[in-house]
């Protein structure tokens, strides 16, 4: 069982350190730092039989502590978190104690537990804490390998005085030590494919926000838009409205100051529609000059009155003389299930609606048994009119 767990332990640091060669992640060096020391301490381990309290007692111990120190920097650094260093003190503190002359082994074994214990609980604290964020579901596997490891490591803390748990460190005797050897094989498995998953999970999320994300405003593109706007039209919920968004003679902006302006004033929208939107808005940039926004549980009303924020708030934001005004074409939906294409048109109509009647105003359409009905185009008392 030590043999295994330390051979399980150095392919897990090093298929982490070749991972870490191609995607310069840090807490993949933590990762390796841990299992490199879980292989350190099994290699040491067998000493004890030749009488080495030192190595093959004292220090075989220090390095589980000190390997799941790593383990609680990795997750820190995981989770975008600083670790604070007075966490140092666990593994320091254990093997000062063990170092102590006069330790016995039940000693020895509880101060070990429970250094383990301790920081392996944290480890799942900190990612169950980074967990309440969106797109975190991949740490799941590896949250309850340290649950599980630090509350086994915890019984066997409490475990430490109990007749016959623990008789002989040096000759590994007593009822604990094969079970938390076998123990040990289990978690550096199991912690090793919940890193391989994450890691996995971490590059699929990655590729798929590079894919619906637009490079120039760093909102969602019009795939990953539409992708978002069907989920939210698919679950039940109590309805919303869709903004479709077209900056004024933006054509014009290219031709008469040049594609720089043009891009400057697509990034200013951007950061515009961003900053206003409100939580749980779907903002993205579908194409050119057209931005779409939808905000789920506002009805009609509260759509259009936010739709002519925008537009009295974007002219202002810009500056006279850059054509910065906006057309908006607005669309509701139910609380029923909906339909992204019929939606866009509805929203799209609206659009037109309020290009046509002049630009810098919002426009809507409203569905009929007998075919859409435009509604009147929503005029707003600006100095400067698209």
Not at 1 to 19: D, K, P, R, S
Not at 68 to 83: E, I, K, V, Y
Request: aromatic share 8%; charged share 15%.
């Amino acid at each position: 069982m030590l043999l295994l767990t330390g051979g399980i332990a150095f392919v897990a640091a090093a298929f982490l350190l070749i991972e870490w060669q191609s995607l310069r992640e840090r807490f993949l060096l933590s990762f390796a730092a841990g299992f490199l020391s879980i292989t350190v301490g099994c290699s040491l381990a067998p000493l004890r039989e030749t009488g080495s309290f030192v190595l093959g007692i004292w220090l075989s111990n220090s390095m589980l502590p000190l390997a799941h120190l790593c383990f609680l920097h990795a997750t820190a650094s995981f989770s975008g978190r600083r670790l604070a260093r007075s966490w140092c003190l666990v593994p320091l503190g254990c093997s000062i104690l063990m170092a102590l002359p006069g330790m016995g082994d039940q000693a020895l074994s509880l101060f070990n537990a429970a250094a383990v214990a301790l920081l392996s609980i944290a480890a799942a604290r900190l990612l169950l804490g980074n967990q309440r964020k969106p797109n975190r579901s991949e740490t799941r596997m590896l949250v309850c390998t340290f649950l599980f490891h630090g509350g086994f490591y915890a019984l066997k803390a409490t475990c430490a005085f109990a007749p016959g748990a623990f008789v002989d460190l040096s000759r590994y005797a007593g009822t604990m030590i094969p079970i938390s050897l076998f123990e040990g094989v289990l978690v550096a498995v199991a912690l090793a494919m919940s890193i391989a998953s994450a890691l996995r999970r971490r590059r699929e999320d990655h590729a798929t926000r590079l894919a619906e994300s637009d490079a120039l405003t760093g909102l969602l593109n019009r795939r990953g838009f539409e992708r978002r706007a069907d989920r939210q039209l698919a679950r039940p919920s109590d309805g919303g409205a869709l903004l479709l968004i077209d900056i004024d003679h933006f054509k014009t902006v290219n031709d008469c100051f040049g594609h720089q302006e043009g891009d400057r004033l697509l990034v200013a929208l951007g950061e515009y529609l961003r900053a206003r939107s409100p939580v749980g808005a779907i903002v993205g940039r579908l194409g050119g000059d057209e931005f779409a926004v939808m905000l789920p549980r506002l009805d009609e009303a509260r759509a259009l009155q936010f739709a002519q924020d925008l537009c009295a708030g974007f002219g202002q934001r810009v500056g006279p003389g850059n054509c910065g005004t906006l057309s908006i074409g607005c669309a509701t939906f139910g609380a029923g299930p909906g339909d992204w294409s019929d939606l866009h048109l509805q929203a799209d109509r609206g659009l037109y609606v309020a290009k046509s009647g002049g630009r810098n105003r919002a426009g809507i359409t409203r569905l009929h048994a007998n075919g859409p009905e435009s509604a009147s185009s929503f005029l707003f008392p600006l100095a400067a009119n698209g």
